[in-house]
């Protein structure tokens, strides 16, 4: 997916939005907004916007003057998420479909996202899936078609504390199709996506594989992304490709993917041609 | 009101807002971007957002190759508010508080806003005041017992459609208290404010006096009024401020005020203490 204009508005928006979440000075604030829109004219539109922010977090972790400015945001989003655990993997276990609503708990799940908004309520946005909350696309039954024949999948993971519906859902799979998976992380801290030590903490180890992308943009730029990873990316007989980052550098691509995201802005709802705020299972 | 990051912010949004809707090609609208963030260090965060915003407006008319870039729309919204003017005016006679009910739908006109929103919904919005919409402050007592005192008052409009709403209000306190009105209009053409053609279209002559502030930005920022405003400014014994950037301008200033305005943005929502969305009447 292209950079739009909006997307342009909308990184100025994500630095003064994650300066005050961070609790940087007003005065830092605006000295990023000016610093990184010297540069706005040197940004291409035909790139994905995650492969853009790529820059806009840098910046945000040089003036924070740490690797990872979310660390504390992130611990918080696991801890949160881990105590939901138990309930909805009761919840799973007694539905009368657990692949389907592990596969609902994990869109939903992708509510969490620091990127795109400060606040946001996951165990509302989970309760909102047993209540029949938006769907957008939900191309369930081509998944599970695709699960059946799959021998391994690729799983790309995307928001810390989201990882936990993410090992509920492959916890799910696991139980009933015996697939095996390589969950995959990125490379380096960005906003609050999941790392290697992300991951761990939500305790994906014990069912997937976990592996780094090599990338460290908050999306798969594949471009980006060690030889390793790519070579498991081409061989993959199955793809579940996890929120709007993911979404955005991989929409055009060729692959076996599966798109589990919630529609998180107006560019991404459009391009998918859904309402705002749907929860998506959509084929690529 | 000072002007906060996220206004610096929603500047660049209105950028790319308003030349799609404008219909300005993609490599203008990036180059008005480039051109308007060139000068961010130089914004005054001490002055209002509508001081700021002239800048904004007139690059957005040069780009546009005209001096009213708007002229369509605000016919179109002229034309829209007038053909719900006559079922408004009778509702309103037959309310059994006339005053009140006009005051409900003056401030509901306000949602027309082409600074801060590309779409909204004029008859919804003035339906909702029926069915008891959300209201924030709403001082109307207060309001009424200024108005009885005042021998005469000043009404700073705002935007063109929305001054139907203001004719219907001025002619039910004209009818109740016979109190003469001067109505306030934008010297020059400026996004979808009124100007003195605006207020003459939507039949705002037959009730009030029309005189210009003298101020072509979104707002009256008095430092940039003629002399003659001023005079009126401040004697005037009752002043009816509609809108955000009359608001954002005339906040914190000393005289007899009161504001009518919906809380169209999350900063002006903060500042007034009330929702995103509400309707307001609340004394200066």
Redesign the interface.
């Known amino acids: 997916m292209q950079t739009y204009?909006?997307c342009?508005?909308?990184f100025?928006?994500q630095?003064?939005r994650v300066?005050?979440l961070l609790e940087l000075p007003?005065r830092d604030?605006?000295n990023m907004?000016?610093e990184f829109?010297?540069d706005?004219?040197e940004i291409e539109?035909a790139d994905p916007p995650p492969k853009t922010s790529i820059r806009l977090y840098q910046m945000i972790s040089r003036y924070v003057g740490s690797p990872d400015p979310f660390a504390a945001i992130k611990r918080e989003s696991t801890e949160k998420a881990l105590a939901l655990y138990p309930r909805l993997q009761k919840r799973v276990a007694a539905a009368p479909d657990p692949l389907s609503l592990a596969a609902k708990f994990a869109v939903a799940g992708n509510v969490i996202d620091f990127g795109v908004a400060s606040q946001f309520d996951l165990a509302q946005e989970l309760d909102r899936v047993l209540d029949h909350g938006a769907f957008g696309h939900w191309q369930e039954e081509l998944f599970r078609a695709a699960l059946e024949k799959a021998e391994w999948l690729l799983y790309l993971g995307d928001n810390t504390g989201e990882t936990v519906m993410d090992r509920l859902f492959i916890e799910t799979i696991v139980r009933e199709t015996a697939t095996p998976v390589k969950y995959v992380v990125r490379e380096a801290p960005i906003i609050n996506d999941a790392t290697f030590a992300d991951a761990l903490a939500a305790g994906l180890d014990a069912c997937a594989t976990i592996i780094s992308s090599g990338c460290s943009a908050p999306g798969t730029v594949l471009e980006l992304c060690s030889p390793e990873f790519l070579e498991l990316f081409h061989q993959a007989p199955l793809i579940i490709s996890k929120g709007q980052g993911n979404y955005e550098t991989l929409s055009g691509v060729s692959a076996p993917l599966f798109f589990f995201l919630k529609a998180k802005c107006r560019v991404v709802a459009d391009h998918l041609g859904v309402e705002l705020g749907d929860l998506n299972l959509v084929r690529g």
């Open positions: 204009l909006d342009l508005a909308c100025m928006s630095i003064v300066g005050q007003e604030c605006l907004l000016c829109s010297a706005l004219a539109l």
